[in-house]
């Protein structure tokens, strides 16, 4: 009896239902795994990424379905003074606030790559601008650049002395420039410190203490150690970091909304005004697909720049 | 025998004079300048602070009020903006908002993570460099296309869009975190297992995931602060004022004629600010790894 029942029990558990063994089925799983994730990729973000050049080449609206009109929007681009303007001012203020961010945040992740007391407390305090919704800091900046009740006019008028009148920050264009590319740095500074520190820590003290027993200067130590060792990273934060800032949007909506008289437009901001605000879709998205090829260019030259350079201090070592 | 006691002398004087030397130059060169960052750095913060707890009176008076102080602290613009505006709604859509667009791209980025990382077929290093690229597409691209395929889909004005579209940013970045974490976990416990006759998906969900729970908080964590903060979708998304979410609100709903409400503003950026801030506080050292760990990769 036992004898015949054995292998059928046998039977059963080398037999599990059919849905099981599916989605024990390697190639099936695979499926269903990607599923979800490359779904939502391409439904939420190819899609659109296509859609948005196909409405870069028409007339489309709000409410209004477009025809193709070909390069007719970028041709209009081509000669409005405003779109020109947001071109120069997105490459300015990506380039003022890179520089000023990772000189400042390469700074502070030195200081902060130093021994003293409390050091996880500061570290911590030093990443929340970067935690805090950007909207809300920016409102906080916005206040801190009233033309009336501004702190640092208060500061420099009433305590200090320096000047006469208050400081018209947001008022006319180059202040209004500056004041936002401030607050940009601000606000980047913490990401770049933390990960380039995450950089300087995996830099082995070995190639320092070689260093000082041959007599380099501390100097020399940054230029000809910490600085290469740290081209792959500082190459990866660099380029995110230029994609952001070029692409940014919320900082400048909440401050000025691109005034005074237009000066302070991103491409996205004005893309916004146009299709969004302004309902014409076709034209915004001509704005935005022409913010592509600066991303491309900048990404490339970060990119490669940086490990080019790397690459050829390798060589030059060897 | 005083040979030495000089030589001992002149041995300890040195090293004192350096000592006392290279802690004035550490004041200098460490101290002071991460004390003006930290200052700078956290500056708005207080401003924020102090501005909400301030009187009008206070709020616009410098010269009989030293405006780095409160002297009489008030409840007036809390109270104002939780019974007066429309402001618990809002913070009760960012949370439902950023909570459900959490764990859609929890769910679906620890799949496709364990698929590209744990299931390895012919390509998979290019499905994750693809899923990587796609976190290189900045949204203000993609604003208005996607504007237009929420209409389509009907979801216009609806807080269901926000938790659709905000996994696009976080997929790519939680997959490649989560890879960066299943590769640490050693690949012998789940041999272990798959001879013992167990499934891929019980791998998954027995073996694999307890091991790698502290790589989740962090891609739970980082998600739910991008989406909390997430501005322009929401902005270009959500119509109607009852569905903002706080970010939008805030700029939209508060900013309203020429005189601005000081008080209520930075109020409302102060709670609205508060969640992320206090979650954070909670789990510091998960962010640092997280942002780290993902710049490594």
Request: glycine letters at 6%.
């Amino acid at each position: 009896m036992s004898v015949t029942t054995l292998p059928s029990r046998g039977a059963t558990l080398r037999q599990p239902g059919w849905l099981a063994r599916l989605f024990d089925y390697k190639p099936f799983l695979i499926v269903m795994c990607l599923a979800p994730a490359i779904g939502l990729l391409l439904v939420f973000l190819t899609y659109p990424l296509g859609l948005g050049i196909w409405l870069a080449f028409t007339d489309t609206t709000i409410g209004q379905r477009g025809i193709y009109i070909g390069l007719e929007n970028f041709q209009y681009l081509l000669k409005d003074p405003l779109w020109w303007n947001a071109v120069f001012y997105s490459i300015f203020y990506t380039a003022v606030a890179t520089f000023g961010k990772f000189a400042l945040g390469f700074w502070l992740a030195l200081l902060l790559n130093n021994h003293f007391p409390f050091k996880s407390l500061i570290r911590a305090i030093v990443l929340l601008p970067w935690i805090v919704p950007t909207v809300l800091s920016a409102l906080a900046f916005w206040w801190i650049y009233d033309p009336q009740f501004s702190i640092i006019s208060y500061l420099l008028v009433d305590v200090l002395h320096l000047r006469d009148s208050n400081v018209d920050f947001l008022g006319s264009p180059w202040p209004a420039r500056f004041s936002l590319i401030a607050a940009n740095i601000w606000r980047g500074i913490p990401f770049v410190a933390i990960s380039l520190l995450a950089g300087l820590q995996t830099i082995s003290p070995s190639l320092y203490e070689a260093a000082m027993l041959d007599g380099a200067t501390s100097w020399q130590r940054f230029r000809y150690i910490t600085f290469p060792m740290m081209m792959p990273i500082l190459a990866i934060v660099m380029t995110f970091s230029i994609i952001f800032t070029f692409t940014d949007f919320q900082l400048v909506y909440a401050i000025t909304r691109g005034g005074p008289v237009n000066s302070t437009h991103l491409l996205a901001t004005l893309a916004f005004q146009r299709g969004i605000a302004g309902g014409e879709l076709g034209e915004g998205a001509a704005i935005a697909v022409s913010m592509i090829p600066f991303l491309v260019f900048a990404t490339l030259f970060s990119y490669f720049g940086l490990a080019r350079r790397k690459w050829q201090q390798g060589e030059a070592n060897d | 025998m005083t040979d030495v006691a000089a030589q001992s002398n002149v041995a300890s004087a040195t090293p004192d004079t350096m000592a006392w030397d290279s802690r004035a130059r550490r004041v200098v060169m460490i101290y002071l300048p991460l004390a003006c960052f930290i200052l700078i750095l956290l500056f708005p913060f207080y401003w924020m602070a102090i501005t909400s707890f301030k009187p009008n009176a206070e709020l616009l008076n410098y010269k009989e009020h030293n405006p780095f102080w409160i002297t009489s602290p008030t409840l007036a613009h809390v109270k104002h903006l939780l019974f007066d505006t429309a402001y618990p709604r809002w913070l009760k859509t960012t949370m439902l908002v950023a909570i459900g667009s959490t764990f859609l791209s929890l769910f679906a980025s620890t799949l496709a993570a364990y698929a590209i990382e744990r299931l390895r077929f012919r390509g998979s290093p290019y499905v994750g460099l693809g899923i990587y690229l796609a976190y290189l597409v900045p949204p203000s691209i993609l604003f208005i296309p996607l504007a237009t395929v929420i209409v389509q889909f009907g979801l216009f004005d609806s807080p269901l869009a926000l938790i659709l579209v905000y996994p696009t940013f976080l997929v790519p970045f939680c997959t490649w975190l989560l890879i960066g974490y299943f590769k640490s976990i050693p690949y012998e416990l789940e041999e272990c297992a798959l001879v013992d006759g167990a499934a891929r998906l019980q791998i998954l969900w027995r073996i694999t995931l307890p091991l790698a729970v502290p790589g989740l908080i962090s891609a739970g964590i980082f998600s739910f602060t991008l989406s909390w903060n997430e501005f322009i979708y929401a902005l270009a998304f959500i119509q109607s004022g009852a569905n903002k979410t706080v970010p939008v609100a805030i700029l939209t709903e508060l900013v309203t004629g020429d005189v601005y409400q000081w008080g209520a503003l930075m109020a409302g950026s102060l709670l609205g600010s508060l969640p992320v801030a206090l979650f954070y506080s909670l789990f510091v050292d998960y962010y640092v790894s997280s942002l780290t760990g993902a710049v490594k990769e």
